[in-house]
């Protein structure tokens, strides 16, 4: 096994194992394609509406099936083959992305109102929920079968770089397509990614279970998932400021109002600035894969955390679309510090065995962030108005690092 000279000295270690190289691959073409269908559907709706409460609402739609159904998730995975759960939900995207495919036709807008077409989209949202909650994690959780312990940290970055990469084309290229294609075109863009990215990931070998939880009742082995979160200081304070962090600082959902009618720069605006924030975190996470962060990772974890409320006020009262470009780009640098940190931090504090729960635990907290981020800008913008929404989300991000620099002094002072 490598030692952590052979690491430091080669960054490509990890994606010098074939299998890995297969999983990275096959992942970044199906995140770049639910990357574009994410961008499509918030610019989708805010059209057949006109209302900011509407963009919100997509959040919400998916994640309360994603937060109800993860700690479940966390122990069908845990005792689950890994590869034939996450190519069926590969399979339950692709049918969702076909549906949409179909709402989006003539034959749908001539036929059905703006109102139920809304309503479909919004109960397609619903079912993305649940599959996400089983397939996030299990993609997460493959990496440390097909990567040695050894170098999980330099796996960890790759996974995020690739993740960042896939996220930052779909958004872009979703932008582009939309204004060149129409949402239908892009739909179907989206469809055939998907289905190529199964074809890529069925090469991948059958990961059984390591676990023995077949006699254990399902709230016990979930019981032990959350035991272990809790009592991980580490674990449960990044988890923790990221929830706040990105609850409050969920301006991104907003992007579609600032590129129409703020900024008035379109749809390829808008695909632009939907890609600036992963833009920015893939350049600092090639960074962080040709130099690793060596020490005092949980100091910078809190700084990288500020950086980005601040960038999110900075976006929220610019007028001039470069400057809300770079605000959003540098934002999403110093996010792309905080997940590579958070994602490291998963990843080595645990037990194989228990992966599954313990990511399942982590993609709750995301999704609880993302999602109701998205809601709670939502409803911001339409009590307060856009701009000073994003203003108070950025400033509560503030507020939190602040507060959880004083109350989670271990976590301030982690190294690994």
């Known amino acids: 096994m490598p030692d952590k000279q052979q690491q430091k000295a080669d960054p490509f270690i990890s994606v010098r194992i074939p299998e890995y190289r297969n999983l990275m691959v096959g992942r970044f073409i199906f995140i770049a394609g639910l990357r574009m269908m994410g961008t499509l559907v918030g610019w989708w709706i805010y059209n057949l509406t006109n209302d900011p409460l509407a963009i919100g609402l997509i959040g919400l739609s998916e ?3 994603a937060v109800s159904l993860a700690l479940y998730a966390g122990h069908v995975i845990d005792l689950a083959e890994k590869r034939k759960l996450m190519l069926r939900g590969v399979v339950y995207y692709f049918l969702c992305a076909v549906i949409l495919l179909l709402l989006s036709s003539h034959y749908a807008s001539d036929n059905i109102s703006n109102h139920w077409i809304s309503l479909c989209v919004y109960a397609v949202i619903f079912c993305t929920g649940i599959i996400r909650a089983f397939t996030g994690p299990v993609f997460a959780v493959l990496v440390g079968y097909i990567v040695p312990k050894e170098i999980l940290q330099n796996a960890t970055t790759w996974n995020q770089g690739i993740w960042l990469s896939a996220s930052v084309t779909g958004h872009a290229m979703g932008g582009l397509l939309i204004a060149g294609i129409d949402i239908n075109g892009t739909l179907t863009v989206i469809c055939s990614l998907i289905f190529i990215s199964y074809f890529i990931l069925i090469g991948i070998k059958p990961k059984p279970s390591l676990n023995e939880l077949g006699e254990k009742k399902t709230w016990d082995s979930v019981k032990e998932g959350l035991s272990f979160v809790f009592k991980t200081k580490e674990v449960l304070g990044a988890l923790t400021l990221d929830l706040f962090a990105v609850l409050f600082g969920g301006a991104v959902a907003m992007i579609p109002i600032y590129a129409r009618d703020i900024l008035k720069v379109g749809a390829t605006g808008f695909g632009w600035l939907n890609a600036a924030t992963d833009m920015g975190a893939i350049c600092i996470v090639i960074i962080l894969t040709l130099f690793p962060l060596q020490r005092q990772q949980g100091k910078k974890l809190m700084f990288a ?13 610019s007028k001039v679309f470069w400057l809300s470009f770079a605000a959003l780009m540098i934002g999403g640098m110093v996010d792309g510090i905080s997940v590579v940190i958070r994602g490291t931090i998963l990843q080595l504090k645990t037990p194989a065995h228990m992966r599954g ?13 993302n999602e109701l981020g998205q809601f709670e800008s939502g409803v911001a913008a339409k009590l307060f108005g856009v701009i000073p929404s994003v203003v108070i989300g950025g400033s509560m991000t503030l507020l939190v690092v602040i507060t959880t620099w004083f109350k989670a002094p271990s976590l301030r002072k982690m190294e690994y």
């Open 63 to 65: 994640v309360v099936p």
């Open 305 to 317: 955390v500020a950086g980005f409320g601040t960038c999110i006020i900075v976006f929220a009262l």
């Open 357 to 369: 729960r313990v990511l399942s635990v982590n993609s709750m907290f995301i999704n609880s962030s």
